[in-house]
Nanobody, 112 residues
Framework: QVHLEESGGGLVQPGGSLRLSCVAS????????MAWYRQAPGKEREWVTTINRGSSTNYADSVKGRFTISKNNAKNTVYLQMDNLKPEDTAVYYC??????WGQGTQVTVSS
């Protein structure tokens, strides 16, 4: 059974940093494409970033240069390092992989 579990969210001031983690089980993690999405209050869920089996990455323009996705195949974990956070980054962040599998999400709030 596939399970994705995010952690690392919280409250941070503008300009601050957070690192999210997503631990996967029930999949062969090393060959998977993993992605992060986010959903702000009252808005649709939006794609943030993707990392493929070869560790190639892509980012939404809104986070390019501030967010970094990475993974550790030995730990079945994908990370999202978020720097220079802005209030508009406030959202629930979800990790996902092929097959329509999603985690439960972790709340990120950027506020002074």
């Amino acid at each position: 059974q596939v399970h994705l579990e995010e952690s690392g969210g919280g409250l941070v001031q503008p300009g601050g940093s957070l690192r999210l983690s997503c631990v996967a089980s029930g999949i062969i993690f090393s060959i998977r494409t993993m992605a992060w999405y986010r959903q702000a209050p009252g808005k649709e869920r939006e794609w943030v970033t993707t990392i493929n089996r070869g560790s190639s990455t892509n980012y939404a323009d809104s986070v390019k240069g501030r967010f970094t996705i990475s993974k550790n195949n030995a730990k079945n974990t994908v990370y999202l390092q978020m720097d220079n956070l802005k209030p508009e980054d406030t959202a629930v962040y979800y990790c996902t992989t092929e097959g329509g599998y999603w985690g439960q999400g972790t709340q990120v709030t950027v506020s002074s």
